[in-house]
């Protein structure tokens, strides 16, 4: 067939193979074996191909053709990134000549009329072109720099952040966007040039990158630079009304929101106007649901908001039916996510199996305003009037009951996520400009709000994996990304533009920003550390003490420089306090030892220096915060935040389109090993978990686990190891592939002893999905089924001589089921405090995590329990156990099904 | 209890259970329910406005298939299978299936609803489109045979034509022909287009998937309990119902797609066609008529792997319903 590619001015010319062929090979410049992937390249491109093709779509038409091999090798994504940031460097440059060393020239020289054309288009900042040197910022762009990227990282990257000319045609390339942001944070430094390049060497390495709303609006006329908005609901219609104006303004300036609604008075509760009575939280809460639904945050994102609600409140069995799928539209909410906010006092219910009430927070008024030991006396009374015909609406429930009932939403309907209020509020170092009512839309802030303020935080993360170097952390430059990092944070409160005035006055008096880290996995991977194991932990002590250290003496500094945040007087730090000192508090106040080693892992760290220094002035009211950076972590190509791999390949849904993520570090060393090309189908059958691909060797197999088959005790670990040292909290995705909800509701308990501030995302392991395409499962073989073949003596059907495979075995029927799960829940709800002396906890505390999980599980799966969390599947006639949900309906279905 | 048969009392008994696969297979399709609304297509309808005409074309043509197609499922699952099944465990799942091909049915119907469609000429074109209609008398050219030609389940001829049905209707239809319009709808998100269309699609696929095996279960019990259908003269048989409905499906390709998109083609979606049959007939037992590779290896992002969901900006595909279910099992 003939084909035509139609040009961008509309004319027809002859498809020219040899074109394409020959841009490819450029791409697949330095590999080994460049041949074979280009012709593997060129042959699927041409498939994809149709007569009058335009000359974008056949760009786009290798692309595809490049990334739908990255399955095989790794160095197809190389050819795919190097592919898509030719058509950047097309569409931004012009037909620049192919060598790089022209190339890189002309992406130098182009620099300054990038600036100016933006500043005239009104695309940019006029500040941009006043305040800097371009011909100095020009002279240390590193084009060698995109290198660095993978596909999905740098398609993420241009998708989402970068910013487009009126025609929406790319404007900026790679290192044109990171100039653009370190300049958008630099106007009001005393030599913004240099600081510009400070900043640009940190987030052009990829060594901390900028929180998204940052990365999008920095440098722009409209510099809406926060990432997270905090506000409460009170109890009247005009704070009701203005609220939903606050959320609409507040998502439009591209931030996610977090929305307390505990003070709305309950269903039922008498209205004074009109002598009628409230149809409570829920019908508000559901204008707001669809009020972020019309907006496009940034013009890039939808709306986004989670709403709080502490579980005292009368509504909140209703509330925790928010994001079921089923049920009248009117009471559900479609798009804005749900937390429930839980006391101290009620984890000690569940422990002790005590009644739980619920009250109409308008006869409550003040339980939301306390927590501690005041809010526990505060709700006896309640209580006690509850119980003496005092209070006109409450009831009780066993505290267990509702404990179980979230962990079933939450299971089902992956919401509400369990934040823990008393944490919080003991151990916030910004505690003296009041309450903290709720945590953020991904419960790493902790920031308190009122009627007159709006809290507000910007946010930036640290990449673990760019400070290896030679298999240890470099840890002098971890120091300076942190400081630069915090400077940076520090520079954008004085440059972003709020939309509301309580939220101004929240940013400038608080001044509150968030450093967190991305990389953990990533770099625990490289240094050979498997993610369940003491030695992660302890590396995660390492690593949080110090950039705990480095950022608070950097904003001390900065404190000198430029004067203290103007709430500073009376706070915690004013006192000498640091983070890892408020762990004290929060024991004695909830009368329990937290259950983690407290031991410093950096002994020549001076903290008792750091304190003094502390009390004489700090610019921020908070400093740390970890956030999910599921989108920034991906652009730097790492893992997000502290999560574990997802699984050694899989697919990301994205705004941005659909990717398949697949473990570089893994396929290196599996390609060290000559290995690759043997397991690499298996390992997606496996649904990218190797644990049973015996050709692997088990070390390896130990470090590269997939998140379902991680403990979750060791989530729980990490995140309590590292919160120690965190002022604000750390997004805590949990991933589950037991629905056991007994386990659950002790997973979730450990998390609360260990004193997390909060939980996350729940992933819980989908125990059915679709026919997998690429790789072709026979599922009559899997049952032991030949078919018609009996009939076909010869024929190639008839050689699945499948050894009618242990699957008669399986069908091993749960032995009472019902009466195990009753005497499980005792156990867990049986559990005393752990009242551990502190000298003691360090190095028993390893063994303790390691050995909770068997714990539990005796109870319930005598003999049977290691096995049943794996489900055997055949590939190439052997028989390979892969990690599964421990359903036993589960069981039956896969493998003893007839 | 034989699984075919004419109905008794006693086969409304559940327990004892003799098919526990077809129960754990109910189990597992109740926990997989999902809603239409659940899915906004806001971001979609800016997608279809950016698209060309040929791409439009696709979908459209794609919807006026499956629309009926999903109500033709049902009426032979209704008249073809349930009567001849004596396993109540085996009628639980088939209802709870039946509901799944209406709610598919009431999916496409939303988003008929939502798009700019015209939507008396989507309902036209499965009527007028010869290639089309070709696909729909396969289908029901076996359904007939059962419904009107009446013959004895219980003889061998009887359990022949249930056979041929079953394998029209969910080796064929189901489990081919559906696969490659998801493979196509699914295309559009690749190229980062009509994403929340493609989250219903990965919803619709999931249920298909567990359709098919229950349909491949069901024909294996039949031949295992029946072992004098086991010729070579009638496994050949099944496998030219298989060979034709490829060979139908050709035609209706080059309908799809007259000129090709970006991505995909007539020949392309051929051959996806003839990769999927493939494995169709290996799972039955019979040699491969094909021999081709996939084509299309994007697939392992949207179909093979798991999936991270960024839960803010997608629905996410992946969730069940009835968990902390904790599930009797004493037979």
Same mark, same amino acid.
């Given at each position: 067939?003939?084909?035509?590619?139609?040009?961008?001015?509309?004319?027809?010319?002859?498809?020219?193979?040899?074109?394409?062929?020959?841009?490819?090979?450029?791409?697949?410049?330095?590999?080994?074996?460049?041949?074979?992937?280009?012709?593997?390249?060129?042959?699927?491109?041409?498939?994809?191909?149709?007569?009058?093709?335009?000359?974008?779509?056949?760009?786009?038409?290798?692309?595809?053709?490049?990334?739908?091999?990255?399955?095989?090798?790794?160095?197809?994504?190389?050819?795919?990134?190097?592919?898509?940031?030719?058509?950047?460097?097309?569409?931004?440059?012009?037909?620049?000549?192919?060598?790089?060393?022209?190339?890189?020239?002309?992406?130098?020289?182009?620099?300054?009329?990038?600036?100016?054309?933006?500043?005239?288009?009104?695309?940019?900042?006029?500040?941009?072109?006043?305040?800097?040197?371009?011909?100095?910022?020009?002279?240390?762009?590193?084009?060698?720099?995109?290198?660095?990227?993978?596909?999905?990282?740098?398609?993420?990257?241009?998708?989402?952040?970068?910013?487009?000319?009126?025609?929406?045609?790319?404007?900026?390339?790679?290192?044109?966007?990171?100039?653009?942001?370190?300049?958008?944070?630099?106007?009001?430094?005393?030599?913004?040039?240099?600081?510009?390049?400070?900043?640009?060497?940190?987030?052009?390495?990829?060594?901390?990158?900028?929180?998204?709303?940052?990365?999008?609006?920095?440098?722009?006329?409209?510099?809406?630079?926060?990432?997270?908005?905090?506000?409460?609901?009170?109890?009247?219609?005009?704070?009701?009304?203005?609220?939903?104006?606050?959320?609409?303004?507040?998502?439009?300036?591209?931030?996610?929101?977090?929305?307390?609604?505990?003070?709305?008075?309950?269903?039922?509760?008498?209205?004074?106007?009109?002598?009628?009575?409230?149809?409570?939280?829920?019908?508000?809460?559901?204008?707001?649901?669809?009020?972020?639904?019309?907006?496009?945050?940034?013009?890039?994102?939808?709306?986004?908001?989670?709403?709080?609600?502490?579980?005292?409140?009368?509504?909140?069995?209703?509330?925790?039916?928010?994001?079921?799928?089923?049920?009248?539209?009117?009471?559900?909410?479609?798009?804005?996510?749900?937390?429930?906010?839980?006391?101290?006092?009620?984890?000690?219910?569940?422990?002790?199996?005590?009644?739980?009430?619920?009250?109409?927070?308008?006869?409550?008024?003040?339980?939301?305003?306390?927590?501690?030991?005041?809010?526990?006396?505060?709700?006896?009374?309640?209580?006690?009037?509850?119980?003496?015909?005092?209070?006109?609406?409450?009831?009780?429930?066993?505290?267990?009951?509702?404990?179980?009932?979230?962990?079933?939403?939450?299971?089902?309907?992956?919401?509400?996520?369990?934040?823990?209020?008393?944490?919080?509020?003991?151990?916030?170092?910004?505690?003296?400009?009041?309450?903290?009512?709720?945590?953020?839309?991904?419960?790493?802030?902790?920031?308190?709000?009122?009627?007159?303020?709006?809290?507000?935080?910007?946010?930036?993360?640290?990449?673990?994996?760019?400070?290896?170097?030679?298999?240890?952390?470099?840890?002098?430059?971890?120091?300076?990304?942190?400081?630069?990092?915090?400077?940076?944070?520090?520079?954008?409160?004085?440059?972003?533009?709020?939309?509301?005035?309580?939220?101004?006055?929240?940013?400038?008096?608080?001044?509150?920003?968030?450093?967190?880290?991305?990389?953990?996995?990533?770099?625990?991977?490289?240094?050979?550390?498997?993610?369940?194991?003491?030695?992660?932990?302890?590396?995660?002590?390492?690593?949080?003490?110090?950039?705990?250290?480095?950022?608070?003496?950097?904003?001390?500094?900065?404190?000198?420089?430029?004067?203290?945040?103007?709430?500073?007087?009376?706070?915690?730090?004013?006192?000498?306090?640091?983070?890892?000192?408020?762990?004290?508090?929060?024991?004695?106040?909830?009368?329990?030892?937290?259950?983690?080693?407290?031991?410093?892992?950096?002994?020549?760290?001076?903290?008792?220096?750091?304190?003094?220094?502390?009390?004489?002035?700090?610019?921020?009211?908070?400093?740390?915060?970890?956030?999910?950076?599921?989108?920034?972590?991906?652009?730097?190509?790492?893992?997000?935040?502290?999560?574990?791999?997802?699984?050694?390949?899989?697919?990301?849904?994205?705004?941005?389109?659909?990717?398949?993520?697949?473990?570089?570090?893994?396929?290196?060393?599996?390609?060290?090993?000559?290995?690759?090309?043997?397991?690499?189908?298996?390992?997606?059958?496996?649904?990218?978990?190797?644990?049973?691909?015996?050709?692997?060797?088990?070390?390896?197999?130990?470090?590269?686990?997939?998140?379902?088959?991680?403990?979750?005790?060791?989530?729980?670990?990490?995140?309590?190891?590292?919160?120690?040292?965190?002022?604000?909290?750390?997004?805590?995705?949990?991933?589950?592939?037991?629905?056991?909800?007994?386990?659950?509701?002790?997973?979730?308990?450990?998390?609360?002893?260990?004193?997390?501030?909060?939980?996350?995302?729940?992933?819980?392991?989908?125990?059915?999905?679709?026919?997998?395409?690429?790789?072709?499962?026979?599922?009559?073989?899997?049952?032991?089924?030949?078919?018609?073949?009996?009939?076909?003596?010869?024929?190639?059907?008839?050689?699945?001589?499948?050894?009618?495979?242990?699957?008669?075995?399986?069908?091993?029927?749960?032995?009472?089921?019902?009466?195990?799960?009753?005497?499980?829940?005792?156990?867990?709800?049986?559990?005393?405090?752990?009242?551990?002396?502190?000298?003691?906890?360090?190095?028993?505390?390893?063994?303790?995590?390691?050995?909770?999980?068997?714990?539990?599980?005796?109870?319930?799966?005598?003999?049977?329990?290691?096995?049943?969390?794996?489900?055997?599947?055949?590939?190439?006639?052997?028989?390979?156990?892969?990690?599964?949900?421990?359903?036993?309906?589960?069981?039956?279905?896969?493998?003893?099904?007839? | 209890?034989?699984?075919?048969?004419?109905?008794?009392?006693?086969?409304?008994?559940?327990?004892?259970?003799?098919?526990?696969?077809?129960?754990?297979?109910?189990?597992?399709?109740?926990?997989?329910?999902?809603?239409?609304?659940?899915?906004?297509?806001?971001?979609?309808?800016?997608?279809?406005?950016?698209?060309?005409?040929?791409?439009?074309?696709?979908?459209?043509?794609?919807?006026? *298939?499956?629309?009926?197609? @999903?109500?033709?499922?049902?009426?032979?699952?209704?008249?073809? %299978?349930?009567? $001849? &099944? !004596?396993?109540?465990?085996?009628?639980?799942?088939?209802?709870?299936?039946?509901?799944?091909?209406?709610?598919?049915?009431?999916?496409?119907?939303?988003?008929?609803?939502?798009?700019?469609?015209?939507?008396?000429?989507? *309902?036209?074109?499965?009527? @007028?489109?010869?290639?089309?209609?070709?696909?729909?008398?396969? %289908?029901?050219? $076996? &359904? !007939?045979?059962?419904?009107?030609?009446?013959?004895?389940?219980?003889?061998?001829?009887?359990?022949?034509?249930?056979?041929?049905?079953?394998?029209?209707?969910?080796?064929?239809?189901?489990?081919?022909?559906?696969?490659?319009?998801?493979?196509?709808?699914?295309?559009?998100?690749?190229?980062?287009?009509?994403?929340?269309?493609?989250?219903?699609?990965?919803?619709?696929?999931?249920?298909?998937?567990?359709?098919?095996?229950?349909?491949?279960?069901?024909?294996?019990?039949?031949?295992?309990?029946?072992?004098?259908?086991?010729?070579?003269?009638?496994?050949?048989?099944?496998?030219?119902?298989?060979?034709?409905?490829?060979?139908?499906?050709?035609?209706?390709?080059?309908?799809?797609?007259?000129?090709?998109?970006?991505?995909?083609?007539?020949?392309?979606?051929?051959?996806?066609?003839?990769?999927?049959?493939?494995?169709?007939?290996?799972?039955?037992?019979?040699?491969?008529?094909?021999?081709?590779?996939?084509?299309?290896?994007?697939?392992?992002?949207?179909?093979?792997?798991?999936?991270?969901?960024?839960?803010?900006?997608?629905?996410?595909?992946?969730?069940?319903?009835?968990?902390?279910?904790?599930?009797?099992?004493?037979?």
């Amino acid at each position: 067939m003939e084909l035509k590619v139609t040009k961008r001015d509309g004319t027809k010319e002859l498809f020219n193979a040899d074109r394409i062929n020959r841009s490819i090979e450029r791409a697949a410049f330095g590999m080994m074996d460049p041949i074979s992937k280009v012709t593997q390249v060129a042959t699927d491109t041409k498939v994809t191909l149709y007569d009058g093709i335009t000359e974008e779509e056949l760009d786009e038409a290798t692309i595809s053709a490049a990334v739908q091999n990255i399955k095989e090798d790794i160095d197809y994504d190389k050819i795919a990134t190097r592919l898509l940031l030719k058509t950047v460097y097309k569409s931004v440059l012009g037909d620049y000549d192919q060598s790089p060393e022209i190339l890189k020239k002309v992406h130098k020289e182009h620099f300054p009329s990038y600036i100016k054309q933006g500043v005239a288009g009104k695309i940019l900042d006029e500040r941009m072109e006043k305040n800097f040197d371009l011909e100095k910022l020009s002279s240390v762009l590193d084009i060698s720099r995109d290198e660095i990227f993978i596909y999905s990282g740098l398609s993420g990257l241009l998708h989402r952040y970068s910013v487009k000319d009126k025609n929406q045609q790319a404007f900026e390339t790679p290192q044109y966007l990171f100039m653009r942001v370190a300049m958008g944070n630099a106007y009001n430094e005393k030599d913004p040039t240099e600081w510009a390049i400070k900043f640009y060497e940190k987030m052009s390495q990829h060594e901390y990158i900028a929180g998204g709303s940052t990365n999008i609006n920095a440098g722009t006329p409209n510099p809406a630079l926060s990432n997270c908005f905090l506000l409460e609901i009170h109890d009247d219609m005009g704070h009701i009304s203005k609220s939903v104006s606050d959320v609409m303004l507040l998502s439009k300036a591209s931030g996610g929101l977090g929305a307390s609604i505990t003070k709305l008075r309950a269903t039922g509760s008498p209205l004074s106007s009109n002598n009628t009575t409230s149809s409570g939280p829920t019908p508000f809460a559901k204008i707001i649901d669809t009020a972020i639904r019309a907006i496009q945050r940034g013009g890039k994102k939808k709306g986004a908001l989670c709403f709080y609600m502490e579980n005292w409140h009368l509504d909140f069995p209703d509330f925790i039916e928010w994001k079921h799928n089923a049920g009248d539209d009117y009471l559900r909410m479609r798009t804005a996510d749900t937390a429930a906010y839980l006391s101290d006092e009620f984890m000690k219910r569940v422990e002790a199996k005590t009644d739980w009430y619920m009250f109409d927070p308008k006869e409550t008024p003040d339980l939301n305003e306390l927590y501690g030991k005041a809010f526990s006396a505060r709700y006896a009374q309640y209580v006690q009037m509850a119980e003496e015909g005092k209070l006109k609406m409450w009831k009780k429930v066993p505290a267990t009951e509702q404990y179980r009932a979230i962990l079933v939403a939450l299971q089902t309907t992956s919401h509400p996520w369990l934040v823990f209020k008393d944490p919080i509020n003991l151990r916030a170092l910004n505690n003296n400009t009041g309450t903290i009512h709720m945590s953020n839309l991904c419960t790493e802030i902790c920031l308190p709000q009122d009627r007159k303020n709006v809290a507000v935080c910007n946010l930036a993360s640290i990449n673990i994996a760019g400070h290896l170097k030679k298999k240890q952390i470099d840890w002098q430059k971890l120091e300076e990304t942190t400081r630069t990092a915090i400077r940076q944070l520090d520079n954008l409160i004085d440059i972003n533009v709020l939309p509301i005035p309580e939220a101004v006055k929240s940013d400038s008096e608080n001044r509150a920003i968030g450093l967190g880290v991305m990389g953990f996995s990533d770099a625990i991977e490289q240094l050979g550390i498997p993610y369940d194991s003491p030695h992660s932990y302890d590396f995660t002590d390492k690593i949080f003490e110090f950039i705990s250290y480095m950022a608070i003496d950097e904003s001390a500094n900065l404190a000198v420089e430029r004067g203290s945040y103007k709430n500073f007087a009376g706070s915690e730090w004013s006192k000498g306090k640091v983070p890892v000192d408020t762990m004290e508090k929060l024991e004695n106040e909830r009368g329990m030892i937290i259950d983690v080693d407290k031991k410093s892992k950096q002994n020549w760290l001076d903290w008792g220096a750091l304190r003094v220094k502390v009390k004489s002035g700090m610019r921020n009211a908070t400093l740390m915060a970890v956030a999910p950076n599921a989108n920034i972590g991906l652009v730097a190509g790492t893992t997000p935040g502290i999560d574990p791999r997802f699984a050694q390949i899989f697919s990301r849904n994205k705004i941005s389109g659909k990717y398949l993520d697949i473990n570089h570090n893994l396929v290196t060393e599996l390609k060290n090993l000559n290995l690759w090309g043997m397991v690499k189908d298996k390992i997606i059958e496996l649904q990218g978990d190797i644990s049973s691909i015996e050709e692997i060797p088990p070390h390896i197999r130990e470090i590269y686990k997939t998140s379902f088959s991680v403990s979750p005790y060791a989530f729980v670990e990490v995140a309590a190891r590292a919160q120690k040292w965190v002022d604000q909290a750390l997004s805590r995705n949990m991933y589950l592939d037991d629905r056991d909800i007994d386990k659950t509701m002790d997973i979730y308990f450990t998390a609360w002893k260990k004193g997390l501030k909060s939980t996350y995302y729940l992933h819980m392991k989908p125990r059915h999905g679709a026919e997998q395409s690429t790789v072709s499962v026979n599922k009559s073989a899997k049952l032991g089924k030949t078919g018609f073949a009996s009939v076909f003596k010869n024929a190639e059907s008839a050689t699945i001589n499948v050894e009618p495979v242990s699957v008669v075995e399986n069908i091993v029927i749960e032995p009472v089921r019902e009466e195990v799960i009753e005497k499980e829940q005792e156990q867990i709800m049986d559990v005393k405090p752990l009242v551990i002396p502190t000298e003691t906890v360090s190095h028993q505390i390893f063994a303790k995590v390691q050995t909770q999980l068997p714990n539990v599980e005796p109870i319930s799966f005598t003999k049977t329990s290691s096995e049943k969390h794996f489900q055997e599947k055949i590939i190439d006639g052997k028989v390979y156990k892969v990690h599964m949900p421990t359903d036993p309906a589960e069981n039956n279905l896969c493998d003893g099904c007839q | 209890m034989p699984i075919l048969g004419k109905a008794s009392p006693e086969d409304m008994n559940l327990r004892p259970m003799h098919y526990q696969w077809a129960y754990d297979l109910y189990n597992q399709a109740v926990r997989n329910t999902w809603f239409p609304h659940e899915i906004a297509l806001k971001e979609d309808l800016e997608d279809w406005n950016k698209m060309t005409e040929d791409e439009r074309h696709a979908v459209k043509f794609t919807m006026a *298939f499956f629309n009926p197609a @999903e109500l033709i499922v049902n009426r032979v699952l209704a008249l073809g %299978v349930y009567p $001849y &099944l !004596k396993s109540p465990e085996c009628h639980l799942y088939l209802a709870k299936q039946m509901w799944e091909e209406a709610n598919h049915c009431v999916a496409f119907e939303y988003v008929l609803e939502t798009f700019p469609f015209d939507r008396e000429k989507i *309902f036209q074109v499965h009527l @007028e489109t010869p290639s089309m209609q070709a696909k729909e008398n396969y %289908v029901m050219k $076996y &359904l !007939k045979r059962m419904t009107e030609v009446k013959l004895d389940i219980e003889t061998p001829e009887g359990k022949k034509d249930f056979i041929r049905n079953l394998v029209a209707t969910n080796i064929v239809m189901e489990g081919t022909w559906f696969y490659s319009g998801f493979m196509v709808a699914l295309s559009f998100r690749q190229r980062n287009q009509l994403r929340n269309f493609g989250s219903m699609i990965d919803w619709v696929l999931r249920d298909e998937s567990l359709h098919l095996k229950f349909g491949i279960q069901l024909i294996q019990t039949v031949l295992e309990e029946n072992s004098e259908l086991l010729t070579e003269e009638f496994a050949n048989e099944i496998k030219s119902i298989i060979v034709e409905g490829v060979n139908i499906e050709n035609a209706y390709n080059k309908d799809l797609f007259p000129n090709g998109i970006l991505g995909l083609n007539a020949d392309y979606v051929n051959q996806y066609v003839q990769y999927v049959a493939d494995r169709r007939l290996t799972e039955l037992g019979l040699p491969k008529e094909y021999n081709v590779s996939n084509p299309a290896k994007w697939m392992s992002t949207a179909t093979d792997v798991l999936e991270l969901v960024n839960f803010f900006e997608q629905q996410n595909t992946k969730y069940e319903v009835d968990s902390g279910h904790t599930q009797k099992t004493n037979v």
